[in-house]
């Protein structure tokens, strides 16, 4: 803060495990990333390699240690996760990921279809070596999972070793958690956040009104991904009540105008 005003939310400093602010890096270049680390280091916990971008990027292990140096942590999207095992690649996945010097890695099968059983074995082998975040959802708007069985799916993934569960909604924001409207899916949402614990559960939130209505309802520190470059400030200021959309959430009452 540049000046020290009262009534705004505490924010944990980093390393935190509440507050998460995940960003969607699907290209960036070096000097791109460069400017991006000066700018919005202090406000973002993960970059994520977006999909399958990690194969053709450029200067691939230099942006990694550019991110790791800025205090950020990158990793691999989880479809690229889905490319090796669709192919048998498991192993190759995990020498992959161990020769880029990463120590976060994310499982998911929203391209495929995976019994959950097997990708929490994905996970729990996996978790002996990285952290793990997992990913609940599929990427195609007409496959339709009950929400009970969303619920069951991220309570056995934390289970079987993740640190981190993802609401799935793709860069798009327009299926798993929320309606083709970009609308909440209130409902799922809800059953969610009665069955697990707020801070084990990270909501892709790639829209400036999806990261609102989610602050307004769990708080300034709720955990949020698949974030813009280019939006990772603006959405700290959301978290603090510096925009126009949480302007009276952290007011006292006797300041918030009716």
């Not at 691939?60 to 240690?65: H, M, N, R, S």
């Not at 599929?138 to 289970?159: L, N």
């Amino acid at each position: 803060m540049n000046y020290n005003l009262p009534f705004i939310p505490e924010r944990p400093a980093k390393p935190r495990n509440v507050g998460l602010t995940m960003v969607m890096d699907k290209g960036l270049s070096l000097s791109e990333t460069e400017g991006f680390i000066e700018s919005s280091a202090e406000f973002v916990d993960f970059v994520k390699l977006g999909f399958g971008t990690s194969l053709i990027t450029n200067k691939l292990k230099q942006k990694i240690k550019l991110y790791q140096k800025g205090g950020i942590r990158p990793y691999l999207g989880g479809t690229l996760f889905e490319v090796f095992i669709i192919r048998g690649l498991f192993n190759d996945f995990v020498r992959f990921v161990s020769d880029l010097g990463l120590d976060l890695v994310e499982v998911s099968d929203g391209s495929m279809k995976m019994d959950n059983k097997v990708k929490c074995d994905y996970i729990s082998k996996l978790s002996e070596k990285f952290t793990v975040i997992s990913e609940v959802g599929s990427k195609q708007a007409d496959v339709i999972i009950p929400d009970d069985e969303w619920v069951a799916m991220m309570k056995r993934e934390v289970e079987a070793g993740s640190w981190k569960v993802i609401a799935e909604a793709r860069e798009s924001g327009n299926v798993g958690i929320y309606n083709a409207d970009h609308s909440a899916n209130v409902k799922l949402i809800e059953d969610i956040t009665r069955h697990l614990k707020i801070e084990n559960v990270i909501w892709e939130a790639p829209i400036k009104s999806q990261q609102a209505w989610f602050i307004k309802l769990l708080g300034a520190n709720v955990n949020l991904g698949n974030i813009a470059p280019n939006e990772s400030i603006p959405l700290e200021t959301l978290r603090l009540g510096l925009r126009g959309d949480t302007f009276f959430d952290f007011l006292p009452d006797n300041l918030k105008q009716q």
